[in-house]
């Protein structure tokens, strides 16, 4: 219960530290009005996102590790990160949703990276559904590796989808996107960083959880 406080205040005090301390980028909706606090949203959507796409991408490596070992362990690791990611997943496009709203007039737009990270999250469903529905024990995990590993393969999909495709969506990084791209000052750029540690922190923390109670 201690570690499950310390880790939520850690959060907590990071996401405070964004909101009330960094000053709002200066991004401006479809109406030329700048969004203002809206923008922070991103301290939350960001880090989700890139916590998301570690995690698949460590569920599809012990996936491919528990291929080739066959260690129960390492099919209990990747079922861990790809349920975490899940909840990572849904917690990035509800929160890019209630971004979009103001700063597009709609909470969703059929935009590659929208799709693209919706398939993405379908994908980690899928994947666990499977699970649930798979009681010979050999072949589910035989199955949720290879599942682990085509979902991991659609990730560079979606981080480069605002590259490849004609976007809305903003890139966080500069040169990243063939749109617009935040400008990040130093206190910007660090509220980020500590953010993304922070929900890192977290994403770890539960993963851990999961693999314990499996």
Known sequence: MIRYLMVLIIVILTQIYALWIIPPVKWFESSGKDLGITQKIF???VPSAWMSFL???????FGLYYIYRRNPKYDKLSASFMEVSVLFLSIALITGSLWAK??????????PRLVSMAILWMLGLGYLFFRSLVEEEEL?????A???????VNVPIVIFSIRLFRTLHPGVIKGL????SYGMDTPVLMGLIMNII???ILFVF???????KK
Request: charged share 15%; glycine share 6%.
């Open 43 to 45: 301290y939350i959507h």
């Open 55 to 61: 995690g698949i991408f460590l569920s599809a490596f």
């Open 102 to 111: 103001p700063a597009w007039g709609t909470f969703w737009t059929w935009d």
């Open 140 to 144: 589910r995990k035989r199955f949720s």
């Open 146 to 152: 290879m599942l682990s590993i085509i979902t991991a």
């Open 177 to 180: 996107s063939s749109s617009h």
């Open 198 to 200: 922070s929900v890192g």
């Open 206 to 212: 539960l993963s851990i959880e999961r693999y314990k």
